[in-house]
């Protein structure tokens, strides 16, 4: 069973950086899309990026310039850590963790597999 475990949410202030990991255990990585979405208190779940092991990664204009993003595929588990800098108060969300083996699906903000979520709050 594939498991998603968040780390590295908190309040942190505008100007500064954050780094977020995902850890996914239970299945070898590399055939999987992993990759990290967020939701914002009262607006829809949007993409933040998706990382394969085949193709480039994959975000959203708007973030371009402000993500970094690694990936490490060990023989039982997955990390996928992401890192934003500079962080702008538009950024407070929920960020979640997802992993597909689809990347059609996937893009489309479906997955059978989340993490919990966890808190980011960016103060101005």
């Known amino acids: 069973q594939v498991q998603l475990v968040e780390s590295g949410g908190g309040l942190v202030r505008a100007g500064d950086s954050l780094t977020l990991s995902c850890v996914m255990s239970g299945h070898s990585g590399e055939s999987y899309v992993m990759g990290w979405f967020r939701q914002a208190p009262g607006k829809q779940r949007e993409l933040v990026c998706l990382n394969t092991v085949a193709w480039s990664p994959l975000y959203p204009a708007s973030l371009k310039g402000r993500l970094t993003f690694s990936r490490d595929n060990a023989e039982d588990k997955s990390t996928l850590v992401l890192k934003i800098d500079p962080l702008r108060p538009e950024d407070t969300a929920i960020y979640y963790c997802?992993?597909?083996?689809?990347?059609?699906?996937?893009?489309?903000?479906?997955?059978?597999?989340w993490g919990r979520g966890t808190q980011v709050t960016v103060s101005s």
């Open positions: 997802a992993a597909n083996s689809s990347f059609v699906t996937i893009i489309r903000g479906e997955s059978p597999y």
